[in-house]
């Protein structure tokens, strides 16, 4: 038990690392907080959208932004997709599941806004749908995926794909970056820490 332990505490730290002295990477995450704070100050809205851990990632990070992060601050418009559930089923029904974040992108979505679609293998139907929808609108849409980016790779205008094949790895550098993006975006908006 304990080797399997040590191998996945390893193996989060060693994608943690590829991160850490990935400056192009940086660099991307960097670009994605831009994004961000011009669509805030723009009136606009970040969207998120993922499936299973990842919608956990998607509704964690939109409550990040439109809460607060590290201080006391204005909110911020930012929601998962999937969150009204009368709305998912009731399209998962009429439409079929993979219909779903597409038909809220196209409801929700004005140029502008930000989509941040979660899939680690970017493969995933229902959030291709939703890129695509979200492009449809004018939004500028972010990928967090694995390594590959899957066929969201040639869909998204940044791509924040983990050097990991592993999905708990993959999901884990995930809300690391997202983490960094709220931070990012808070003191880009509201000033420094005060804490």
Not at 3 to 27: C, H, P
Not at 116 to 126: C, E, H, K, L
Not at 180 to 192: D, N, S, Y
């Amino acid at each position: 038990m304990n080797n399997s332990i040590n191998k996945a505490i390893r193996g989060s730290i060693a994608v943690k690392e590829a991160l850490l002295t990935d400056t192009a990477f940086q660099e991307k995450i960097a670009a994605t907080a831009q994004c961000m704070i011009a669509a805030f100050r723009g009136g606009g809205k970040v969207l998120f959208c993922g499936n299973g851990g990842s919608a956990a990632d998607a509704q964690h990070l939109a409550a990040e932004l439109s809460g607060r992060f590290y201080f006391d601050r204005p909110p911020l418009y930012a929601e998962a997709l999937h969150v009204n559930s009368s709305f998912l089923t009731a399209v998962a029904n009429d439409y079929g599941y993979d219909e779903t974040f597409a038909r809220m992108a196209e409801a929700a979505g004005r140029a502008g806004d930000v989509l941040v679609a979660i899939s680690t293998s970017g493969n995933s139907t229902g959030i291709i749908k939703a890129v695509e929808a979200g492009k449809k609108r004018g939004m500028t849409i972010v990928g967090f995926t694995g390594a590959t980016g899957g066929a969201m790779a040639e869909l998204c205008d940044l791509l924040l794909n983990v050097p990991a094949t592993d999905t708990p790895r993959i999901q884990e550098a995930h809300i690391l970056i997202g983490h960094i993006l709220c931070e990012l975006v808070e003191k880009e908006m509201f000033g420094a820490k005060t804490e």
